[in-house]
């Protein structure tokens, strides 16, 4: 068996890159949060998460902490999915950068928040790859807006 070429192996990079990042993020972080998020917005229940947005002295914190937790989990699960990835993966790192404020503020290691940082804005930049479901979907034309005339 020969080597694989080289689009391949980077849309296999990517592949992985996205699961791992969906499995990691919805596993310690997402599956959680999105449960808290649901019984703090329909069953109307406490959740110490919307202080913190709170104190960041972010607007409506109620519905920032929602939507983080929906960055967290659904957006994590269509970056697994490779659906709307770029979307999705640019969505949470605008969460994670809010969570590197955070953490630098209080003087706590920002190591992990940068790492998912990192991978979600690899995957806003290339791509889901071509093992995704984004890959299926038929291309548009791409007109350039200025021929330079």
């Known amino acids: 068996?020969?080597?694989?070429?080289?689009?391949?192996r980077s849309d296999v990079a990517l592949l992985?890159?996205?699961?791992g990042f969906a499995a990691l993020l919805l596993g310690f972080h997402g599956y959680a949060r999105f449960f808290r998020a649901w019984h703090f917005a329909i069953d109307h229940q406490p959740w110490s998460f919307v202080?913190?947005?709170?104190?960041?002295?972010?607007?409506?914190?109620g519905l920032f902490a929602v939507l983080s937790a929906l960055?967290?989990?659904?957006?994590?699960?269509?970056?697994?999915?490779g659906l709307f990835t770029r979307w999705a993966a640019a969505m949470f790192c605008i969460n994670m950068i809010v969570a590197l404020?955070?953490?630098?503020?209080?003087?706590?290691?920002?190591?992990l928040p940068a790492l998912y940082f990192l991978m979600a804005m690899t995957l806003a930049i290339l791509g889901p790859?071509?093992?995704?479901?984004?890959?299926?979907w038929p291309r548009r034309r791409r007109v350039p807006r200025w021929t330079g005339a």
């Open 129 to 136: 790859g071509g093992f995704s479901l984004d890959s299926r």
């Open 101 to 111: 404020y955070n953490e630098a503020h209080k003087g706590d290691s920002i190591e």
């Open 16 to 19: 992985l890159l996205r699961l």
């Open 1 to 8: 068996m020969g080597r694989l070429p080289f689009n391949m």
């Open 71 to 81: 960055s967290e989990s659904i957006g994590a699960a269509l970056v697994g999915l």
């Open 51 to 61: 202080d913190v947005v709170s104190r960041l002295g972010v607007p409506w914190p």
